[in-house]
């Protein structure tokens, strides 16, 4: 079944840009998804289809997905987006969907 | 907006069958694929499969010899049953609204998930 490879942990400093990555065997032809999820609460969907935001996700939000590598880009990290973010495709070969394992950042 | 609630029992014992409900709230459950995901402690998430509302499902296949997906349009509800459960079975359970974006699933609205701990 597809694969997909998150680092573990990121960390970054309040202000800065935050970049997570999602590896997977020729990702870019897919459809990447990115989950948001604080200690305690259910995820919420940030990132859909690669780059889109849902109503209420701010800006500062936004995604990319070429090749074998997308990437989640937090810019003007808050303290507030200290989460785990899961990255999720829909495996059309077997009918089924994908997370990927997840990766918790940290707002220094 | 739409809500979702998972409902179900908290404690199952080994070998016997998990069920929830999760009820749908401030929408039609018509014409969208629902979603259960579940997530062990301190671990990530794991897809468990989706149904339509005309019952049309797809499973984990990991999961697939012990999962059964249905929908109760009249009572805008949808379940899992989940048979055989070990102690690995245990975790939160979420539902899930799916929506199709640019011919791709992705699950837009998620329920505030239940525990369930398989134990005896």
């Known amino acids: 079944s597809y694969v997909l490879t998150q680092p573990p942990s990121v960390s970054v400093a309040p202000g800065q840009t935050a970049r997570i990555t999602c590896g997977g065997n020729?990702?870019?032809?897919?459809?990447v998804h990115w989950y948001q999820q604080k200690p305690g609460q259910a995820p919420v969907l940030v990132v859909y289809d690669d780059s889109d935001r849902p109503s209420g996700i701010p800006e500062r939000f936004s995604g990319s997905n070429s090749g074998n590598t997308a990437t989640l880009t937090i810019s003007r990290v808050e303290a507030g987006d200290e989460a785990d973010y899961y990255c999720?495709?829909?495996?059309?070969?077997?009918?089924?969907?994908?997370f990927g394992g997840g990766t918790k950042l940290t707002v220094l | 907006q739409v809500q979702l609630q998972e409902s179900g029992p908290g404690l199952v014992k080994p070998s016997e069958t998990l069920s929830l409900t999760c009820t749908v709230s401030?929408?039609?459950?018509?014409?969208?694929?629902w979603s259960w995901i579940r997530q062990p402690a301190g671990k990530g998430l794991e897809w468990i499969g989706r149904?339509?509302?005309?019952?049309?499902?797809n499973y984990n296949p990991s999961l697939k010899s012990r999962v059964t997906m249905s929908v109760d349009t009249s009572k805008n509800q949808f379940s899992l049953k989940l048979s055989s459960v070990t102690a690995a079975d245990t975790a939160v359970y979420y539902c899930?609204?799916?929506?199709?974006?640019?011919?791709?699933?992705?699950?837009?609205?998620w329920g505030q998930g239940t525990t369930v701990t398989v134990s005896s």
């Open positions: 401030g929408g039609s459950i018509s014409s969208y694929y």
């Open positions: 999720q495709v829909w495996d059309s070969s077997s009918d089924q969907g994908v």
């Open positions: 149904i339509y509302t005309s019952g049309s499902t």
């Open positions: 020729n990702i870019g032809s897919k459809s």
């Open positions: 899930a609204r799916v929506v199709v974006v640019a011919a791709t699933p992705v699950m837009d609205v």
